[in-house]
Each structure stands twice: as structure tokens, then as C-alpha cells.
């Protein structure tokens, strides 16, 4: 057998991978076990999760896999500084004390991690983002898009999959990038780069696209192949510490909005503005590719192929037949895809897709416990619970939906990537007009105006949305069913802002945007059966095949991992019940617990 360790880390959500004879057995983003959202840090306990799930041992190791090159990435570090100089100084002296003491010393720190036996090879960054999209994809051949901040030199890159081979064919170069433009805009609107970009997306429907034109002027250049140059007078990221500088403000009418301030129509239209400036680039740069290819499958994955609104667009008003796009397709998936390039095209092993089914297995790719390991901590902690058969596990639960409760619920194994899928989720009833207001509020400590997802059965989601294709991994968008929206008064027509959180859109209002949209998970009964069975049965009992779906985890944190810590979010929150495998808490029978004084400031309400 040989097992390849896939590794990504040191700038956003490091993360391990283990591929055993070419097939995923196991990946996990570090965060989840440290605590530390977007963790950075090499990923230790994630590789020993890896091989915890694999039966191995650090000898076992053939092949350990770093996701990018990282001396080219340090020169391009140093480039740019020159090119920018002195401007950049106080930046470089920040940043240079991490690469000359961890990052340029990564195959010695991957040996002294996990011993001298396996071989360390380092793909570039946007070959391990293709590889990622491309192998798991149920597709022998397809067109490749990757589109992300930065790797060593390329922002976006293209190429063709077929087989088990792959081939860049173009890319696009630092600084002109179409992640950090966007990213930009996160910055300048108030939110925390590289991990407020879809805040900013779910805030776009509340404005209008007042800048767009602004932009396409002043800030980028356009071409048609959707290849951009960036106003480099606009932006600080090259040489300070910052997106944008006083060029960007006087553009935009002032300073960018501090963080946990008031929002206002400002920010609202401008994200509005830079949404749809990025949509039209995906979509040039979709339009080359097919040109360029001819192929009729497209695979996404970069930061940007998060960008579920982009992804539905493209989808739907795009050239190709079908896409299909890394759930974890940010830097975490670089260690998936540095894993699967090693074994398919290093070590030229063959690969076979019947274009239906991937081999991404749901994305539920985490730890699992067992409810025996889940016994053991609530009898220490003396914490009361019931336990349940599976039909009665079931039944019960689905009972408690349909009467409006809000629901813990922790199965299986955690999934690999930012969206939870039915494993570590917070759920409840799409039909509920407070529903929305209460989990943003009461449970998940976060801003008002952010929408929530649905679940629906995939064998229903045309009763429900404009969507004839599966969105497993919750990475499409799309328009509520016109038969199930509410005709609305002029008087509401005419809100705007946060206001048009006022009015009821649709016989499912929890999870229906002000835009008619929804960010939307199909799940399908062979791959997460005891998700399937339970929004089943709710459908049955109340006529509706959709419930909430929310990521188990307050504001500020990773989502849950172990039970400890989905049974610490319960009670720190207004859920009403807690389902860990076959067991039951209700919220009313449990202890009171002592608060740290600080509990409240951490997940201060906005």
C-alpha cells in the first residue's frame, strides 16, 4: 500500500490529508482540533488524526506533499518588495522573521513531524488547487478553473483533466488577482480577510450596483478572456499592511467602515457593486476556457469558487454542461489536491470517473465518535441525556422540528471544509418566519442580515428552487420556487436596506434571502442516510422537504469537532436540544453551568 500525506499550511486554514492506494481516507482542517478559527499553524493534529484513521503510523509514510513551493513564493515576497520599495520596508521586516525561522525550513519541519522515511515533494500552489477540483470530480474530463488570492506567482489559473493527468494551460500573475480584489472589498466594507468574504456576498442583495461602473473605470481592467489588470494606485497590499489606501477612500466616499460598526447603504451597495463586477469575470473567464478547450465539464476550486453566487450563475447562464467544485476549495483542499497529484500524476496511477458519481464521499472526511466514546463523557461530566434507537432517533427529532425547536446535531464524521453538511449542523424549520432572526440572534451570535441555508431532499429540490442538479456541498445558489413566494405590498417593494428583513418572501421564509435566493444543500440518501431519513420524516409530518441547516459553532469559532465542545456551544446557546449520535439532551434537564465572566463579550450580540 502507499500512503500520501497531503499538507497545506502557514497563511489560512492549514490542513492534512491522507490518501491511501488513491483513495480519501481521512482530511481535517487543524482548526477543528486547536480551537483557533482559520488556524495557520503546521497542521499536527491534523496529521495525527490522519493517520489515527488510517490504521498507520508515521512510517508508513511513503510520500508527504506540501501544497506550494515555498523559496518561489519567498522570492516572490522579495520581487515585490523591491519593486515596491522603500514603500514596503516596515511590511518585509514584519514578514521576513516567519520565513527565515518556519517557512523556508518546511521539508525539515514535515521530517521532524513525521520521521525521515516518507519523501517530501512540493507541487505548485495552483496545481494542487486543480488537482483538488479535477480528481475527486465525478468527471474523466473536464476544463479547469482555479481563481484564488495568491499562490507562489498565480492568482487564476486554467488547463484541461483527463485521466489521470492534468494541464495548466494559462494562468494569471501577482498582483492583478481577482481574490484579493474581492478581498479588497471585504476589507473596505468591514469585514476580516479571508474569512469575512462571504458576509460581504450575503450582504450584496441588500444593495445596489451604484459602483460598478466606478470600478470598470477606475479600479480594474478588464478583457474579455476575463483576464484583469488591477489599479495598482488603489490598493496597499503589496507593500503595506493594509487592502487599500486614501486613493480607494476618496473613490468610495470616505474611509472603509471600522469592524462591529453600523452599517450603512454605503457598504451595502458597494458590495452589491463588487459582487457583480466578479460574477461577470468568472463568467468571461468560463467563456474562454470552454473556447479554448472545448470541453463540457468544468471543475472549480481557489477561495473564489466559494463564491456560491458566482457558482450558481455560472451554472445556470454559463457554457458548460455540468460543473463541479471543491467543497473545501480553499486552502485546506490544497492539501487534498497535493495528495491526489502525487498519486495520479507522480506516480502515474490511472484513474476511472463514470461522470455521475465523485469521489469526494460527501466531504465527510473528519473524526467520528462512537456513542459509546460520547456515554463515557456525559456519565464523567454527570450530565443527564436519553439514548434512542435509530427509528425513535428519527421520529423524535423530526417531532421536535415540526414544533419549531432548534436542534443540535452531531452524527458521524465531521466534514472536511467551512460548510457543515449534515454531520456538525444546527438545524431547524424552514417554515418558521422568527426562525432566522432567532438562530442569527439567540444561537449562532452573528449579524442579522446574513441568511441561512436549507437542506432539502435531492430528490425534491425542483419542487423547491430553479435547480435541476444536485448541490451537495452547498455551493450553489439559487432562486425560491415562484410558486412558493408571497406577493408583496408596494409598501414592502419599496424597503430597502436591512429593512426588507421585514417582510415574509416565501412559504419558507427562514432561509429564503431578500433576493429570492438560497444558498442551498441537497442530500442525497446514499451518501448521508441518517440526514436524508430525518428531514424525510419531517416531510412527511409537516409537507416540507426543507429544513435549516447551519454550521455547529458560534461566531469566532472553528465548528465543533468532539462532543465536548458541541455540548459546550448547546448551552451556551438557545438551542433547544442536542442529538450526539443515538443520544438526546434537552436543554431544560441540564445543570446550570458557572459562565467565564468574558463568555458574554466573546460572543457579544450586533
Known amino acids: 500500500m502507499t500512503h500520501i500525506i497531503g499538507i497545506s499550511a502557514f497563511y489560512h486554514d492549514s490542513a492534512a490529508c491522507l490518501v491511501t ?7 481535517a482542517q487543524e482548526e477543528r482540533f486547536t480551537r483557533k478559527k482559520h488556524d495557520a499553524n503546521f497542521p499536527s493534529n491534523a496529521i495525527r488524526y490522519c493517520l489515527k484513521a488510517g490504521g498507520i503510523t508515521s512510517d508508513d509514510i511513503d510520500f508527504a506533499v506540501f501544497y506550494d513551493k515555498p523559496f518561489v513564493k519567498f522570492w516572490r515576497l522579495i520581487e515585490t518588495y523591491i519593486g515596491f520599495a522603500p514603500r514596503g520596508l516596515k511590511s518585509f521586516i514584519e514578514a521576513a522573521p516567519l520565513w527565515v525561522k518556519q517557512k523556508l525550513w518546511i521539508k525539515e519541519l514535515i521530517r521532524k513531524e513525521i520521521g525521515g522515511r516518507a519523501r517530501v515533494l512540493f507541487p505548485e500552489h495552483h496545481a494542487s488547487h486543480a488537482a483538488s477540483a ?50 479588497a472589498f471585504t476589507f473596505f466594507t468591514g469585514f476580516k480577510v479571508n474569512s469575512g468574504e462571504y458576509k460581504m456576498m450575503g450582504l450584496a442583495p441588500y444593495g445596489e450596483a451604484k459602483f460598478k461602473d466606478i470600478i470598470l473605470k477606475e479600479i480594474i481592467d478588464l478583457k474579455e478572456d476575463g483576464s484583469l489588470q488591477m489599479n495598482m494606485d488603489f490598493f496597499d497590499y503589496c507593500a503595506g499592511l493594509k487592502m487599500t489606501n486614501e486613493h480607494f477612500d476618496k473613490l468610495f466616499g470616505g474611509p472603509p467602515r471600522k469592524p462591529e460598526t453600523k452599517m450603512t447603504q454605503r457598504e451595502m451597495d458597494i458590495a452589491r457593486s463588487a459582487q457583480e463586477v466578479t ?21 472549480l476550486a481557489g477561495g473564489v469558487a466559494l463564491n456560491c453566487v458566482g457558482n450558481g450563475r455560472l451554472l445556470k447562464d454559463g457554457p458548460f454542461d455540468d460543473i463541479w467544485i471543491q467543497p473545501a476549495a ?51 461530566e454527570n450530565i443527564p441525556y436519553t439514548e434512542l434507537d435509530d427509528a425513535s432517533l428519527i421520529q423524535i427529532a423530526s417531532d421536535l422540528l415540526a414544533n419549531e425547536k432548534v436542534i443540535g446535531w452531531f452524527q458521524g464524521r465531521m466534514e472536511f471544509g467551512p460548510r457543515a453538511l449534515g454531520n456538525r449542523s444546527i438545524i431547524g424549520d424552514a417554515r418558521s418566519s422568527q426562525m432566522q432572526s432567532l438562530m442569527n440572534l439567540k444561537i449562532k451570535f452573528r449579524e442579522s442580515f446574513r441568511p441561512f441555508a436549507p437542506s432539502v431532499l435531492e430528490e425534491k429540490v425542483s419542487d423547491y428552487f430553479e435547480l435541476e442538479h444536485p448541490s451537495p456541498y452547498m455551493l450553489l445558489v439559487a432562486q425560491v420556487k415562484k410558486s412558493l413566494l408571497c406577493e408583496l405590498s ?23 434571502h431578500v433576493d429570492n435566493s438560497a444558498r442551498l444543500q441537497t ?84
Open 21 to 27: 492506494d488513491g483513495k480519501i481516507i481521512a482530511a
Open 134 to 183: 479535477f480528481y475527486p470530480s465525478p468527471f474523466q474530463k473536464a476544463a479547469i478553473l482555479t481563481i484564488d488570492g495568491v499562490g507562489e506567482w498565480a492568482t487564476a489559473s486554467y488547463g484541461i483533466g483527463e485521466g489521470n493527468k492534468i494541464r495548466l494551460l494559462a494562468e494569471m500573475e501577482f498582483p492583478h488577482s481577482l481574490g484579493l480584489f474581492y478581498s
Open 330 to 380: 480553499g486552502d485546506a483542499g490544497g492539501a487534498l489536491g497535493a495528495a491526489l497529484l502525487a498519486w495520479h500524476q507522480h506516480l502515474g496511477h490511472p484513474r476511472h470517473a463514470d461522470n455521475i458519481h465523485d469521489f469526494q464521499q460527501g466531504s465527510l472526511l473528519g473524526p467520528e465518535f462512537s456513542d459509546a466514546a460520547i456515554k463515557d463523557f456525559l456519565k464523567r
Open 490 to 512: 408596494e409598501e414592502e417593494k419599496r424597503l430597502s436596506g436591512f429593512d426588507k428583513l421585514r417582510t415574509i418572501r416565501s412559504s419558507i421564509p427562514a432561509i429564503t
Open 523 to 606: 442530500v442525497h440518501k446514499d451518501v448521508n442516510p441518517r440526514y436524508h431519513a430525518l428531514i424525510k420524516a419531517f416531510e412527511e409530518k409537516t409537507g416540507c422537504a426543507v429544513i435549516i441547516n447551519t454550521s455547529f459553532n458560534v461566531r469566532g469559532e472553528p465548528i465543533v469537532c468532539a462532543p465536548e465542545e458541541a455540548y459546550r456551544c448547546f448551552m451556551r446557546t438557545r438551542m433547544d436540544y442536542l442529538f450526539l449520535g443515538n443520544i438526546m439532551l434537552d436543554k431544560k434537564e441540564q445543570p446550570q453551568i458557572e459562565q467565564d465572566e468574558d463568555w458574554q463579550k466573546e460572543y457579544e450580540l450586533d
Open 279 to 299: 460574477e461577470e469575470i468568472i463568467m468571461r473567464m468560463a467563456r474562454h476556457l470552454h473556447k479554448e478547450t472545448g470541453a463540457k465539464n468544468l471543475c
